[in-house]
Nanobody, 116 residues
């Protein structure tokens, strides 16, 4: 069992930056894949970025490629989503997602609003 808590969301203006964090806690777990999803009002939840253990490179949605960057800490207990050059269409609830040897876990989400 893994508990995930996102933080770092807020209200920003177009062109600004935000860094989201995801903290994982639990007992006897190893996270093989970290991912960030987002869901805008009236739209389906979409994959924004993901990364896995090993040499596989990170993946990004076309809409955020070149602007967003996913990373993790060396202890493999935290994930970060650096968001630059934010646009109004980036407004959504952002969710942390992980895959372990047991299955998939989701965080509660953090709101990101980009508006002038």
């Amino acid at each position: 069992q893994v508990q995930l808590v996102e933080s770092g969301g807020g209200l920003v203006q177009p062109g600004d930056s935000l860094r989201l964090s995801c903290a994982a806690s639990g007992r006897s777990f190893v996270i093989y894949t970290w991912a960030w999803y987002r869901q805008a009002p009236g739209k389906q939840r979409e994959l924004v970025a993901s990364m896995s253990l090993g040499s596989t490179p990170a993946t990004y949605a076309d809409s955020v490629k070149g602007r967003f960057s996913i990373s993790r800490n060396s202890a493999n207990t935290m994930s970060y989503l650096q968001m630059n050059s934010l646009k109004p269409e980036d407004t959504a609830v952002y969710y942390c997602n992980v895959k372990t040897h047991i299955g998939v876990n989701w965080g509660q989400g953090t709101q990101v609003t980009v508006s002038s």
